[in-house]
């Protein structure tokens, strides 16, 4: 099972069962936002999304959708 998190350079947000979520919870850390129109993520400079598969093996992504 895969986890997912968004980072900034100066938060960490928590972790989510999957990256819907993650996203939807991503302007709380101040990672990006939920574009209303296309319903796209936008992340801000310097955001990186985490993922976490099952053995903890940690990959880090660039956020774009």
């Not at 968004?6 to 991503?26: C, E, M, N, S, V």
């Not at 709380?28 to 993520?41: C, H, N, P, V, Y």
């Amino acid at each position: 099972m895969s986890r997912y998190r968004f980072i900034t350079p100066h938060r960490t947000g928590k972790w989510y069962q999957d990256l819907d979520t993650a996203r939807r919870f991503a302007c709380e850390i101040g990672a990006g936002f939920l574009d209303t129109r296309s319903g796209r993520f936008v992340s801000y400079v310097g955001t990186r999304l985490q993922v976490a598969l099952g053995g903890e093996e940690l990959q880090d992504h660039s956020p774009t959708a």
